[in-house]
């Protein structure tokens, strides 16, 4: 099972960044996908899901009306689309996936991909 984000970079504040996810090694489709993030000395905390078949989303409410996350169940893929980037959106940001069924939980991270946000 492999998660692998991308698109982690140094930006200044009011312009965008897309991250990807990759996903290997199990059904994509059947699971929950979110992005996460972590800035140093603050715990991780969601930023947006998407569900299974991308019909539902949420979103942290500090990025509403910025980011927007998306998927793509053919090539196993999921995105975040960050607009309007603030430094406080500096934080390492993680994709993950979640399937919870009568097996049990089944729940997968990927490495991270830093994102910083400075003049």
């Known amino acids: 099972v492999q998660l692998v984000e991308s698109g982690g970079d140094l930006v200044r504040p009011g312009r965008s960044l897309r991250l990807s996810c990759a996903a290997s090694g199990f059904t994509f489709s059947g699971y929950a996908m979110s992005w996460h993030r972590q800035a140093p000395g603050k715990e991780r905390e969601l930023v947006a899901g998407?569900?299974?078949?991308?019909?539902?989303?949420n979103f942290a409410e500090a990025v509403k009306g910025r980011f927007t996350i998306s998927r793509d169940n053919a090539k196993n893929m999921v995105y975040l689309q960050m607009n309007s980037l603030k430094p406080e959106d500096t934080a390492v940001y993680y994709c993950r996936a979640v399937r919870v069924s009568g097996l049990g939980r089944y729940e997968y991270w990927g490495q991270g991909t830093q994102v910083t946000v400075s003049s």
């Open positions: 998407i569900s299974i078949d991308g019909g539902s989303t």
